[in-house]
């Protein structure tokens, strides 16, 4: 074991990612409890999002855990925290705010904008701890592909996001949306991938 703390901490990164997915599947349930209630919010969906809202909290304190062990082999892990952090911040001060009304969606979009930025800077400053540890092609080439995917991944959600409402042009935006959704989830099994063998290699 060359990096005990690197190793330590990447494990946390792949018990947060495990409990990010639970989360996602819990609040995936809740969403269709609600359409099969015809928008009507039971109890049981209300059950499935605070479950869902208590994984995502788990998974960042995992997260954020993770990292600041993994900073004792490698500060670069600092600066995930940090954008980690930020991210969390915006998405609640955005969903806080949200509700102001005539001006709550400026809130709730600015959020959203910081939180995705501050994501993508947390998963690369992630990756970017890992192949300088590493110090191995393969890494770094599949870290490279991840950024990729998770550059288009992006951009498809945001172009979607901006044409689904508008008139004519909607079916567009909704293509990129599912386009979006579905590289995610190719980012997702990659990243996933790409953490659990760092930590068996560190």
Sequence with gaps: ????????????????????????????????????????????????????EGASVAAAVFTILGLKIAARDNRTFDKAVTWTIVGIAAGFGGALFGV????????????SIVAIIANYISITTILQGCTELLQNSYFTQKASTIRTLLIVAIVLISVGAVFSPIPFVGILGWLASIGGAVVSIVYEVFYLLFIIRAKNAL
């Design 1 to 52: 074991m060359r990096y005990p703390n690197a190793k330590n901490g990447v494990n946390k990164l792949f018990i947060a990612i495990i409990i990010s997915l639970a989360a996602a599947g819990l609040d995936f349930i809740a969403s269709i409890i609600l359409i099969a209630s015809w928008g009507f919010e039971t109890a049981p969906y209300y059950a499935f999002l605070f479950m869902s």
């Design 100 to 111: 102001i009304p005539f001006i709550g969606w400026l809130f709730e979009m600015a959020g």
